[in-house]
């Protein structure tokens, strides 16, 4: 106990943040605060974050530029992530997250990544047993919030990434799917049960499932009981891109739900980032016949335009983007580098870390910019499709496994930050 208390001490005197941030006691607040975040939200800082770890050693090595720019990363606030343990012990550890954000005042940004099948048993297998072990857990994990305000990332990947998506063999009747469905719909009751704590759902990123699919699934998952959803965790889509990719899901959601009583029901029928592949090209300037290119989205967009227009005021779906390690954008090898899957969103070369965390986004329907993912952590053992490989070609060497500590990817994405990355002036 008492090394622990040493080395918070020492960490925070690293961050510049005085132990007072780590060490403060506060009262629970009688009254619960509104879910809703406002642009002036202050988002808990882990004063013992992989990052500011990194700093110490860095300084320790006199590799001060490093440090540096740890430091200044380990200023900015992270999710925490809870992947695993009994319900008790998920429930201490959140009341343990709670009682520090008390101490900053701050708003905390928990992932819950215990879904059983998780990841298909792929780079981040595990998850729970069975969905009464799951629902337990996630139960515990609520009722260790308390009535303090709180922000879930709920089960990354859980929906872009179903049961029936692993492979034909995995899921062949739909029965698994179907539990997986009715689990994340648990969650969001037993999560949003909580006076303060605001819930958001998987909804993948902008270059993978067509933005009616992905509504679709929202849906059956009980998004309209949450605050909203999520894009881009652990990914490196530009932010830009996720933004309008967001928007139109959110708009897919209002027109099959709330919109025009023909269209009850069908999140099918919305155009998508795929749609402009279909749309004439009349050699406009941006047409192209690629459906991934965002210059033809002109198209997707002109399609809301005349079948969705603007929807009354508060019945847009809200949403938050994981801006951790977007600054750079996706990754794209040269052509003819790899014969099979390069493995894009595994580990790519040269990517750097994206817009601070904020509240205050400027975009109606984006809650938050979130650091979700764990700037520095693996995303597993890449071999970008090599048969029988286990070395990265682009790194010359076995990768981490997933989530463990990378200090040089570390390294890398806070050189290349976009913007440069900056002390956080409001951590005081």
């Known amino acids: 106990m008492i090394v622990a208390s040493k080395r918070r001490m020492a960490l925070a005197i690293v961050l510049g943040m005085g132990v007072s941030v780590a060490t403060a006691s506060t009262a629970w607040a009688a009254t619960p605060p509104s879910r809703t975040l406002t642009a002036d939200t202050r988002f808990y800082v882990d004063p013992t974050s992989e990052a500011a770890h990194q700093a110490l050693t860095d ?3 006199w590799d001060l530029a490093d440090a540096a720019a ?10 925490t992530w809870f992947t695993k343990g009994t319900p008790s012990e998920v429930n201490a550890q959140v009341r343990d997250l709670m009682h520090h954000a008390a101490a900053q005042h701050a708003v905390p940004v928990l992932v819950a990544y215990d879904i059983p099948l998780r990841d298909c048993s792929q780079y ?6 069975s ?9 515990a994990l609520a009722a260790g919030l308390g009535d303090s305000k709180a922000v879930v990332i709920l089960e990354p990947d859980a929906l872009a990434n179903l049961p029936s998506d692993c492979g034909p063999t995995t899921d062949p009747t739909g029965t698994i799917t179907a539990a997986r469905i009715a689990d994340i719909n648990y969650a969001v009751d037993v999560l949003e049960a909580r006076p303060a704590v605001s819930v958001y759902l998987d909804a993948g990123h902008s270059q993978w499932h067509s933005v009616g699919d992905m509504a679709g ?8 009981r949450a605050q909203g959803f999520f894009l881009n965790v652990s990914n490196f889509q530009p932010t830009d891109q996720v933004d309008q990719y967001g928007t139109w899901i959110s708009k897919c959601i209002w027109f099959a739900t709330l919109g025009p009583s023909w269209a009850a029901g069908h999140t099918d029928w919305c155009a998508s980032q795929y749609y402009s592949s279909a749309a004439p090209n009349d050699g406009q300037p941006g047409d192209s016949v690629s459906p991934t290119d965002p ?18 005021a ?4 809200h949403f938050v983007v994981d801006t951790s390690r977007d600054g750079q954008g996706a990754w794209t090898p040269a052509p003819g580098t790899y014969t099979g899957d390069p493995q894009t969103w595994c580990n790519p070369p040269g990517r750097g870390v994206g817009a601070r965390p904020t509240a205050d986004t400027g975009v109606a329907l984006v809650d938050a910019y979130l650091f979700v993912k764990t700037i520095g952590e693996s995303d597993g053992q890449c071999n970008r499709s090599i048969p029988g490989g286990t070395i990265d070609p682009e790194y010359g060497i076995v990768d981490p496994a997933a989530g463990a500590w990378w200090p040089a990817q570390a390294h890398t994405l806070a050189r290349n930050a976009n913007p440069a990355l900056t002390f956080n002036a409001n951590l005081f």
């Open 70 to 79: 740890m430091t200044k990363l380990a200023s900015w606030p992270e999710a």
């Open 217 to 224: 699934r929202l849906i059956q998952a009980g998004v309209g």
């Open 295 to 312: 210059s033809t989205w002109h198209w997707t967009d002109a399609w809301f335009d005349q079948n969705v227009g603007t929807p009354p």
């Open 59 to 61: 300084l320790l090595n």
């Open 124 to 129: 981040s297998a595990g998850g729970a047993q």
């Open 131 to 139: 969905d009464a072990d799951y629902q337990a857990w996630i139960a």
């Open 314 to 317: 508060g019945q847009l779906t």
